[in-house]
């Protein structure tokens, strides 16, 4: 769609079904219109989100955490003592240790502990804030994805996403304000990660798909060229505002800026997802020309162009991270995948000047066992099982401390050592930085004022640049 | 859109009340300025009411209490200089000044005992309090005298009746859900009988498509799905047929004494009701590998305890789950004595032929049991089948010594029903069905603990399709999900802040200790649902006219339908609510009665257009000075297009259905095929759409249907801008344009302009709207111009 084409549309439309309206002096439309920008509680440091989701949980021993000491406990049991207080998902507190074979390095001024299989974040390592020291309440993968969204390990509330629209609004009028793009496999959480729970479904996340249309019934139908859909609009435009006129019902004025974004999102989504203008380096650089990385990069680059066009928050996922088996071989092909997008965005977005007001948030919804998953006989085919006591997660830009590690795990990694932050502090911790306090962003439901951070949550202070 | 919390109070109340209400209704401490105010002007007002006595004991602990329950210390963890807000807190220190132990300098005078032991009593809920029967007048409709009483005292007059085609298409939609055709609109308004209008209601509520309006409502309640939830959410092919009943419920009219009876305890009746027990089977569970059952299990509790609350009690007992409830009196105590009467009940799916299904399965089962037992024995599985029930018997009883088979065990025992109970048999006390289930188990999925060349060498990934292939050859049995006081006599715990695994003290079920005393009512599932029905309980009854009301006029004379407690909204017309609760409950407990008391108001019949007069002072129109407009709920829009379009299937009950939707959005969900339904069944209603949990049809989803993993009794309307897309764009409302358009088509010019607005709105046109109109059709066509009309406010509306 060409911008005159665009531009011409907008007129039209904009006179035709709205125009004559005049919205603007209806008592509480701006409370109607659920789209509308709103402040947050205090100025904030980040104005969008972006979650990179590795679903399933990636090793943190193996890529983030090394724990050297496992060696000389290898395909051996830990003592009883110190496995006693442990349940996991699938192994018994008796399983074997597995020892971790990745060589590790420092790297950037900060001195970023890396393995050799995320190289590709050696120039992001100073923008990092590597948190260690993660924990969470769920060691399955449902309960540990909605608490790690929603707060909660039950389903049924609004994820992450829902409450910063909710609390924010939208820039965008031409997108939806909070969008989700996914590969890999083994979804487990589905709509967890964009459900809007009990707020009002003008808050959920609008998944990109990978198939047909990026969004659902985003095309005219096949006999519908592009001016007639105009022409369509413009009658409802009209005869809703006799309708108006009629009943003075000012939910039909909401209803109308309704059609008007949808033909505006039909008119500029094409746009957002033509990369034609990207250079040849930056497509490059996010792997959007390699096979292997292509549909991971794309959808980091389309991150970058949705948060460039005002849309609020944007859940990148890559679902391929269970390693219960063939740790050796599917945690590098995951590594392969996404490490090399993952530095090019944070890259860019720094390039662009976009990183200061961008917050970047790296994780699963947690750990990896130091124990080994030996369910599989071949001992080169082992991988780890879930491990809810300690894993780790990085942010970036938006208001957080970069080049730095916080937190420990004790030598095995089966416990946080020091400077424990709980899923619950991370989300106090993501809405201060988009200027919310947690405790006061509420919506009555029930008879009772939910938040995010269910009742618990302190804003983890060190993380904060 | 933060909500309103309680807007009634706000518009009665004097200004300086309502800053210090608003923030007790945030919880936060009034300042103490505001709270003089509020005394001074209750003072003011003169008269000695409770009121004024309440308002004096902030002032009253103040001077008493609060130098050891206050900022500076709290003895006993109590703080007095906070405004409490529950009725439990008010209690205990009525208790312990009316006793003279505190305060330990002296008691109190008898005055200021008085004012707290009112303080303590307005603090009930008022939905607690029993229901009163305030006199009305038999010459008018109840109803319009309280509406009207309220109007006149504040000097407003009611709107006047809409016109006829107006409250044909209102009346059609509201008692059955579908669009009047023209010819139905056309037929009332020329009926010049006097009782017209009455005849209409009592043809749709004979109707039987009123029962599937009502049941749409119930439904979200009942948190119906036809799939489980969880990662797998697997389907429930068989769901549906708790939603028959649920139907047929409401068009038989049982009486909702009976209706309650049968949901929550119909297998404990004299003459079973197992259908209706699929009411409490619809609670979501989870088949996640590495999951505890019996965590599984103790959610199932909590939903159906939770859902009991919600529905009968409209209370939020599910906040006792971890504590006792913040506001209203249900201590944890209460709230897990509540999920005793569930603990003994376990989930039990029955073979329950549908007629004509069972002489065809007698004539076949027989040959389907040989064949099948052929096939096992060609394979040669016995061995290796008895060792790995053993295998799997030691997994479960010593756990750690073999991963993989660990591993085998707990996913058998998610995927297979009871499947810990039906490895603990020895196979000849199995039923058949027990023992297919085990086998089919077996051949499909046992590899990773056999090991895999065992598996190659047996063939057995082969052998499970052949069962499967010969499965779907034979005619089944259609199964009932029930439930059922099988399991043996487990005692409830108290969880220690709501945690599954930590147990507290063990409790009896029992009902919550604030509301009226169970008596003599037996201590099981059917006890509770008597207690929930008896005159008694003023909860049931006020709660159920409320959604019935909320569902004629879009929201409850208590807005928050689902919280009757200290937190939710008061009723606007407190004593309409319980004139109707009286009626209801001692009329036999008719909802089609309670229905047509309300829809034959001159209340309800008012026009819908907006007021100016009342714009700034009754906006959210609670006085009900006039109707409200409303946006039909999903089901009813789709229902709309294709009735218009005259495609819509409209068979009463039956088998969910899969129409068409775009190619991906199944396979967000992560095991079950999106099979679309052939023929015309896919033209059925949208009550009968397949719901699948964790991938809902795109139309569900973008026009607020719950998502039915809790009891919902009040859906959201928002307004978003995947839904004009879905209403433009799905090619099931293309069809539905094209359909619309030939059959306006139909009629010679120059009446298309008329039928089609008649088929659309049940009108005719305006000037304007012709001229619109025929502009468009002159450039578009039919189709766009019914595109157009298909996409208006006014068709997704009822006015």
Not at chain 2, 125 to 148: C, E, G, L
Not at chain 2, 539 to 552: G, S
Not at chain 2, 626 to 652: F, H, K, W, Y
Not at chain 2, 764 to 772: L, S
Request: hydrophobic share 40%.
């Amino acid at each position: 769609m060409n911008n005159e084409l665009l531009q011409l549309r907008r007129r039209t439309f904009l006179t035709s079904a709205v125009g004559g309206l005049g919205l603007a002096g209806l008592p509480g439309l701006l409370a109607a219109d659920p789209f509308a920008v709103k402040p947050p509680h205090f100025p904030a440091k980040a104005k969008n989100l972006i979650f990179l989701y590795m679903e399933g949980a990636p090793s943190q021993i193996d890529l983030l955490d090394p724990k050297p000491a496992l060696a000389k406990w290898h395909g051996t049991p830990l003592p009883e003592s110190m496995t006693k207080d442990f349940k996991f998902a699938f192994i018994k507190p008796n399983a074997k240790v597995l020892g971790c074979k990745r060589p590790f390095a420092r790297y950037g001024q900060s001195g970023a502990e890396l393995s050799d299989w995320l190289t590709a974040w050696a120039p992001i390592a100073d923008d990092m804030c590597i948190v260690r020291s993660m924990h969470t309440d769920a060691f399955n993968h449902q309960p540990a994805d909605l608490i790690l969204f929603t707060g909660h390990m039950l389903p049924g509330r609004p994820t992450l996403g829902s409450w910063v629209l909710y609390g924010l609004g939208s820039e965008s009028r031409n997108l939806p304000g909070f969008v989700v793009l996914s590969t890999g496999k083994n979804n487990m959480s589905q709509a967890a990660q964009w459900s809007s729970g009990f707020l009002p479904s003008s808050h959920q996340g609008v998944l990109f798909r990978r198939t047909g249309d990026p969004v659902l019934y985003l095309s005219n139908p096949k006999q519908v060229t592009a001016e007639e859909q105009g022409q369509d609009f413009d009658l409802i435009g009209e005869l809703n505002r006799a309708r108006y006129e009629k009943t003075g019902d000012r939910e039909i004025a909401s209803r109308m800026a309704s059609y008007e974004m949808a033909a505006r999102m039909q008119l500029s989504t094409p746009e957002l997802l033509d990369l034609s203008k990207e250079t040849a380096a930056t497509k490059a650089a996010y792997g959007v020309e390699a096979e292997s990385t292509r549909a991971f990069g794309t959808n980091c680059l389309m991150a970058r162009r949705l948060v460039e066009r005002g849309v609020r928050v944007v859940m990148v996922t890559h679902s391929s991270w269970d390693q219960h088996t063939e740790l050796e071989k599917d945690l590098k092909k995951n590594c392969d995948i996404t490490a090399g997008p993952v530095a090019a965005l944070i890259q860019d977005l720094k390039q662009r000047g976009m990183l200061d007001s961008t917050l970047i948030v790296w994780g699963g919804e947690f750990g990896r066992t130091p124990l080994g998953d030996f369910r599989n006989a071949e001992e080169l085919k082992a991988g780890r099982d879930h491990h809810a006591s300690c894993f780790t997660m990085w942010a970036a830009g938006g208001g957080i401390r970069g080049g730095m590690t916080l937190g420990k795990t004790d030598e095995l990694g089966m416990n946080v050592a020091e400077d424990p932050v709980h899923v619950n502090d991370l989300q106090a911790t993501i809405l201060h930085l988009l200027g919310f306090d947690h405790t006061r962003l509420t919506y009555r439901h029930m008879g009772r004022d939910f938040r995010l951070t269910d009742v618990r949550g302190q804003v983890v202070r060190k993380m904060l640049a | 859109m933060h909500p309103r919390k309680n807007e009634y109070d706000f518009i009665t109340m004097p200004t300086s009340s309502r800053l210090v209400w608003a923030d007790f209704a945030r919880n936060r401490i009034p300042s103490q300025e505001g709270m003089l105010r509020w005394i001074r002007i209750l003072m003011i007002g003169g008269c000695l009411s409770a009121a004024t006595l309440s308002a004096q004991v902030p002032e009253i602990l103040a001077r008493r209490c609060t130098g050891c329950h206050g900022p500076q210390q709290q003895m006993g963890n109590l703080r007095l200089d906070q405004p409490l807000t529950t009725e439990r807190a008010a209690r205990r220190v009525l208790e312990m000044t009316a006793s003279g132990k505190m305060p330990p300098t002296g008691a109190l005078p008898a005055e200021e005992v008085t004012a707290i032991r009112q303080w303590a009593d307005a603090l009930r809920p008022w939905s607690f309090v029993p229901i009163t029967r305030a006199a009305a007048p038999t010459v008018q409709n109840p109803i319009d005298y309280f509406v009207r009483k309220t109007l006149a005292s504040k000097g407003i007059q009611p709107s006047a009746e809409a016109d006829r085609t107006t409250l044909a298409r209102r009346l059609h939609l509201d008692l059955t859900g579908l669009l009047p055709t023209p010819e139905e609109v056309e037929a009332f308004v020329r009926d010049q009988r006097p009782d017209a209008y009455e005849r209409m209601v009592d043809g749709l509520l004979a109707s039987p498509h009123y029962g599937e309006k009502f049941a749409r409502h119930w439904l979200d309640l009942a948190r119906y799905a036809d799939s489980e939830g969880g990662v797998q959410d697997y389907a429930r092919p068989f769901a549906w047929r708790y939603r028959d009943w649920v139907i047929q419920a409401f068009n038989s009219d049982m009486p909702f004494d009976r209706f309650t009876t049968a949901q929550l305890a119909g297998d404990l009746l004299p003459l079973p009701d197992l259908t209706a027990t699929g009411f409490n089977r619809n609670t979501i569970t989870s088949r996640e590998g590495g999951v505890e059952l019996d965590r599984i299990r103790f959610e199932q509790l909590l939903d159906r305890t939770s859902t009991v609350g919600t529905v009968w009690l409209g209370l939020t007992v599910g906040c006792a789950q971890c504590h006792d409830h913040k506001y209203d009196p249900i201590t944890q105590k209460d709230f897990y004595s509540l999920l005793a009467f569930f603990e003994n009940a376990e989930e039990k799916d029955i073979e329950a032929p549908l007629p004509g299904e069972l002489g065809v399965y007698r004539q076949y089962a027989k040959k389907f049991q040989s064949e099948r037992n052929k096939l096992l024995a060609d394979y040669g599985i016995a061995a290796t089948l008895a060792d790995w029930e053993n295998g799997l018997r030691d997994a479960m009883k010593n756990p750690g010594r073999r991963p993989n088979w660990d591993v085998n065990y707990d996913s058998y025992s998610k995927i297979v029903d009871h499947g810990r109970a039906i490895l603990l048999k020895a196979p000849a006390d199995r039923t058949e069905r027990e023992q297919a289930a085990l086998v089919d188990y077996f051949a499909k999925s046992s590899s990773g603990a056999i090991g895999k060349e065992t598996y190659d060498a047996l063939k057995l990934k082969e052998l499970s399709e052949k069962l499967k292939k010969l499965d779907d050859q034979y005619p089944r049995l259609s199964t009932l999900m029930t439930l059922a006081n099988s399991r043996s006599q487990e005692p409830t715990h108290i969880r220690i802040r709501g945690n599954w695994a930590d147990k507290g003290a063990e409790v009896h079920a029992a009902t919550p200790a604030s509301l009226p005393v169970m008596g003599e009512f037996p201590r099981n599932r059917l006890g509770l649902a008597a207690w929930l029905i008896s005159n008694e309980n003023p909860l049931t009854p006020r709660v159920t006219v409320n959604r019935i009301w909320q569902e004629l006029f879009g929201r409850g004379l208590v807005r928050t339908s689902e919280d009757f407690g200290a937190q939710g909204g008061r009723p606007t017309h407190p004593e309409l609510l319980d004139w109707l609760a009286r009626e209801f409950r001692d009329t036999g407990w008719s909802y089609k009665r309670i229905v047509r008391r309300i829809v034959t108001s001159a209340t309800y019949r008012q026009s819908s257009d907006a007021r100016p007069d009342l714009a700034t002072t009754d906006p959210d129109n609670l006085l009900l000075a006039r109707q409200s407009r409303l946006r039909l709920p999903a089901e009813l829009i789709r229902d709309a297009a294709l009735r218009v379009g005259g495609l819509l299937n409209e068979t009463v009950g039956g088998e969910s259905i899969r129409p068409p939707q775009p190619d991906g959005v199944a396979d967000l969900q992560y095991s079950m095929k999106w099979e679309e339904t052939q023929g015309r069944a896919r033209y059925r209603r949208g009550l009968y759409i397949f719901l699948q949990r964790t991938a809902a049809y795109p139309l569900l989803m973008a026009f607020d249907v719950p998502d039915r993993t809790v009891s919902c009794a009040r859906r959201e309307t928002s307004n978003t801008p995947l839904q004009p897309l879905n209403l433009m764009n799905d090619p099931v409302f293309v069809e539905a344009a094209e359909a619309l358009a030939a059959r306006i088509e139909e009629t010679p010019e120059p009446g298309r302009v008329d039928r089609a607005f008649a088929l659309c709105f049940g009108r005719p046109p305006t000037g304007r709207e012709r001229d619109a109109l025929l502009t468009h059709v002159a450039s578009r066509g039919w189709f766009g111009a019914s595109r157009a009309l298909m996409n208006t406010d006014e068709f997704l509306t009822r006015e």
